[in-house]
């Protein structure tokens, strides 16, 4: 399974992006999926996640600025991040969790290689 993520770059404080991020391979199901975010000298954590089942959760942070929606027949999730803030600086990294074909009898997990988000005061 690859996850090929796109959309990151460089904003000034206010202004918006949206990442995408596509999952390709011997996929057979996905349940979660979601964006981390990983800032210098920080430990990785959870921004997003979207359940197939259509709950999602978000970290307090972000909460009332970024949105998480899926595409479920193409296997993309995206994150619509507005009003974004110097603190939102972090590489941005996709997450799934999916059963392939290949190993039908268990739920893996994969990560995308990330994407640069930088915000600009």
């Known amino acids: 399974v690859q996850l090929v993520e796109s959309g990151g770059g460089a904003v000034q404080a206010g202004g918006s992006l949206r990442l995408s991020c596509a999952a390709s391979?011997?996929?057979?199901?996905?349940?979660?999926m979601g964006w981390y975010r990983q800032a210098p000298g920080k430990q990785r954590e959870l921004v997003a996640a979207?359940?197939?089942?259509?709950?999602?959760t978000y970290t307090d942070s972000v909460k009332g600025r970024f949105t998480i929606s899926r595409d479920n027949a193409k296997n993309t999730v995206y994150l619509q991040m507005n009003s974004l803030k110097p603190e939102d600086t972090a590489v941005y990294f996709c997450?799934?969790?999916?059963?392939?074909?290949?190993?039908?009898?268990?739920?893996?997990?994969?990560w995308g290689q990330g994407t640069q988000v930088t915000v600009s005061s």
């Open positions: 979207s359940a197939t089942g259509g709950s999602t």
């Open positions: 997450n799934t969790r999916a059963i392939t074909f290949s190993d039908m009898s268990r739920w893996t997990e994969y």
């Open positions: 391979g011997n996929i057979f199901r996905i349940n979660f």
